[in-house]
């Protein structure tokens, strides 16, 4: 009977110590849960960001291919005009020329006569 009466007065004197180990223990659970809740709280972040960031990257490329569509249509007519006037002028550069060596004119590639 001695024994418990020890046991109890041991426990009687480290109730405070008892008290704040199981303090300790419950604001690092506490502590532990919040952070997982707040881990949960950034990964769905993280998730809406990453869709965020998706819907932007698409929205870019939407734009860079209409501007690309509109830019090579701007090209290709500059490049058809650039074709043309040097077609114009090669055609006017042998007209001269056979004019200069006596002929008349300039058809299908070689100058002729009439």
Known sequence: MMLVYIFAFTIVLHYNQ???????????????KN???NNMKNSKKLGQSLIEYGLILAL????????LTKLSQSVASTGDNATAAINATNTN??????????KTGYSNGSCTSK
């Open 93 to 102: 550069s042998m007209v001269e020329y056979c004019k200069s060596v006596g």
């Open 18 to 32: 008892i008290n704040d180990i199981i303090k300790v223990i419950s604001t690092n659970y506490n502590i532990y």
């Open 60 to 67: 870019v490329a939407i734009v860079a291919l209409t501007v």
């Open 35 to 37: 952070m997982r809740i």
